[in-house]
């Protein structure tokens, strides 16, 4: 027996979810195929989808396969439907089956042909007492009506005096419901562009978390499932407590909090004690910020991944002073690279890009840590870089509006633009101003520079992690995913900081640049 957890509760696992699977004939029309073909590819997306759930910790899993409104459809095209779903019973009960994969179909079952009601009933016969995934279909099936329905039962129950009419509450209706006995979703998600319900649990969906996948379902796939999970977990469950609100957020905010502060003081231990110390800081630091970049632009197995990062770190453990043998060193390292891109058909570009990032990003850090007053330099670009994502998200998330880059970073609104700009650039300039480091319209464009590159940083990560469905760049660090996903708008700044050192002819002693 699966317990859950009350409606008052603060849920951050996931129990159900729904699935409106939504696209089937706009994908086969896209490709000049006939309707029928995309629910034959609908129904291979969904076979491999309950593969890929066999050992996740997922209890139900709700199908919208056909709504009682289809019937308006050419009887060509529900005949067909018909016939995928013997088709689908049929050829994947026994599999379902020894999964330990328990069926139920809700809906009607009026209209549908008697021999698919005979195997709809074998089914849930034969898998009555399994006890994995609850596999709840959706078919022939209509929101409004299953409330009807309920309605009805009830009121021929109250007239015959089973059921006391002032005593009708959620539970009784509930258990009049088709789901009867199966938890609301935790999560509903609808795949197709299309920002609807369509008739779709509607008693089930008050509490439910809705997500809409830009993809047509047979498109979809575990990576999108994971990705839209994330995004679950990520949200405030309130369901009308506002105290729930701030008990997630103490919670959320306390682990993110604490991998914040470890991971910030190994930066500084490493900053203050440099040279050596600094130089193995940096090396494992390349080396996990390039494992987490080939992750993002390659579906490559992670052990490749690993011994790569680790061979590619060694170039910027060697690379010092950007002299004409570390220009060698980073040629050498980026005709390597795109060999092995070649080899694994990865794009060279990105994979190239992704090494001399990481590489000039971190090596120029070093390198400006080894002049005087680099420690106060670096420091100071952190904080403000600190200063700028913190005021975003929070100005972001508490005051919303438009989104700003909603195809690329879809949570990022003007009002967290406007606040990233804006208090990072105070940040850099009353820093400034305090310890006289610029004169004061410089300070100002100075500032300004390094909170916009930030912000490029982090857009830049964002949009190769959309490009390729991740959520985070990796798992390394509780509370806010990889390295990278930390780390994008610092390593964006010290990047752009070597052009522009040899552009104001400051390559001997860049810090001028930041302290002036």
């Known amino acids: ?170 539970t009784i209706f509930e258990n009049n419901l088709y789901s009867a006995g199966v938890p609301d979703p935790d999560l509903i998600i609808r795949t197709g562009s299309e920002k609807r319900i369509s008739n779709f649990l509607l008693w089930q969906l008050s509490y439910s978390e809705v997500y809409f996948e830009e993809c047509l379902w047979p498109d979809f796939d575990k990576n999108k499932l994971d990705i839209a999970i994330s995004d679950y977990k990520s949200r405030s469950r309130r369901f009308g407590d506002i105290l729930n609100e701030y008990r997630w957020m103490f919670s959320d905010f306390k682990i993110r909090s604490l991998t914040a502060a470890g991971l910030a003081f190994l930066c500084f231990l490493a900053l ?124 972001g998330k508490y005051f919303s509006g438009p989104k700003i880059f909603k195809k690329i970073s879809p949570k990022k609104t003007y009002s967290g633009f406007i606040a990233s700009i804006t208090l990072g650039t105070l940040w850099f300039s009353i820093l400034s101003l305090i310890y006289s480091l610029h004169q004061p319209i410089t300070f100002i464009l100075t500032g300004l520079l390094i909170v916009v590159f930030s912000v490029i940083g982090d857009l830049l990560i964002s949009y190769l992690k959309r490009k390729t469905n991740l959520k985070d760049s990796g798992i390394i660090l509780p509370g806010h995913g990889g390295l990278f996903d930390r780390a994008d708008s610092i390593i964006s700044v010290f990047f752009i900081l070597l052009p522009l050192a040899i552009l104001m002819g400051q390559l001997d002693n860049p810090i001028k640049i930041i302290l002036g």
């Open 1 to 170: 027996m699966i317990n859950h957890s009350s409606k008052n509760e603060v849920k951050k696992e996931i129990s159900h979810i729904a699935l409106i699977m939504d696209g089937n004939g706009r994908w086969a029309s896209s490709r000049g195929l006939p309707r029928y073909e995309g629910h034959v590819k609908g129904l291979r997306t969904l076979r491999k989808l309950l593969r890929d759930l066999k050992d996740s910790k997922l209890d139900y899993l709700t199908l919208f396969t056909f709504s009682i409104d289809n019937w308006k459809r050419p009887k060509e095209e529900t005949s067909k439907l018909m016939q995928l779903l013997r088709k689908f019973i049929s050829n994947d009960l026994s599999e379902l089956h020894n999964n330990n994969v328990r069926i139920r179909v809700i809906g009607s079952r009026a209209e549908i042909p008697k021999d698919i009601v005979d195997l709809i009933k074998g089914a849930e016969s034969l898998t009555a007492n399994n006890t994995g995934l609850y596999l709840q279909i959706a078919f022939n099936y209509s929101g409004r009506q299953e409330i009807i329905n309920a309605t009805k039962k009830i009121a021929i129950a109250s007239s015959k005096g089973e059921i006391d009419p002032n005593k009708i509450n959620n």
């Open 272 to 395: 203050f004690l440099g040279h050596f110390y600094l130089k193995l800081f940096i090396y494992f630091l390349s080396a996990i910020l390039f494992f987490e970049w080939m992750r993002i632009i390659s579906q490559i197995q992670w052990i490749i991944r690993g011994l790569i990062a680790l061979v590619f770190s060694s170039f910027v453990y060697f690379t010092d002073d950007y002299t004409a043998l570390d220009l060698l060193f980073i040629i050498s390292g980026s005709i390597l690279i795109s060999s092995f891109s070649a080899y694994f058909s990865i794009s060279a570009f990105w994979s190239c890009f992704g090494f001399i990032y990481v590489l000039i990003s971190l090596c120029f850090l070093e390198y400006i840590r080894n002049f005087e007053n680099g420690l106060l330099a670096i420091l100071l670009i952190i904080s403000t870089v600190m200063i700028s994502d913190t005021s975003g998200y929070v100005f």
